[in-house]
């Protein structure tokens, strides 16, 4: 399975952006997504997560109520839009696959599998 997340970028405090992620050689269908953030000098912290088909959906507290995420089997696409920046959204985006089951089994980042290379989102005042 591999996952190429592409979106991130330079954007003013306020604005949005929406990051993308496409996954290949696998199921993508029956796989729950989520999407982690890495700012420097922390660890790696949940954002966001997914089931299979979209019924189910988490949200860390920090970013409740700015993000949504979404998925589109037809396109093996996970998207996570990103409104009302903050500058202390500033990290590393990660999407990451859980190959092995449908439904999110947790928001520990050792619940996923399999994960892309990282988008850089930096919000600036």
């Known amino acids: 399975v591999q996952l190429q997340a592409s979106g991130g970028g330079l954007v003013q405090a306020g604005g949005s952006l929406t990051l993308s992620c496409v996954v290949s050689?696998?199921?993508?269908?029956?796989?729950?997504m989520g999407w982690f953030r890495q700012a420097p000098g922390k660890e790696r912290e949940f954002v966001s997560a997914?089931?299979?088909?979209?019924?189910?959906?988490y949200y860390s507290d920090s970013v409740k109520g700015r993000f949504t995420i979404s998925r589109d089997n037809a396109k093996n696409t996970v998207s996570l839009q990103m409104n009302s920046l903050k500058l202390e959204d500033t990290a590393v985006y990660y999407c990451?696959?859980?190959?092995?089951?449908?439904?999110?089994?947790?928001?520990?980042?050792?619940?996923?599998?399999?994960w892309g290379q990282g988008t850089l989102v930096t919000v600036s005042s």
């Open positions: 990451a696959a859980d190959p092995k089951r449908r439904w999110v089994a947790g928001t520990s980042s050792a619940e996923f599998g399999a």
């Open positions: 050689g696998g199921t993508f269908s029956t796989y729950a």
């Open positions: 997914i089931n299979w088909i979209g019924l189910s959906i």
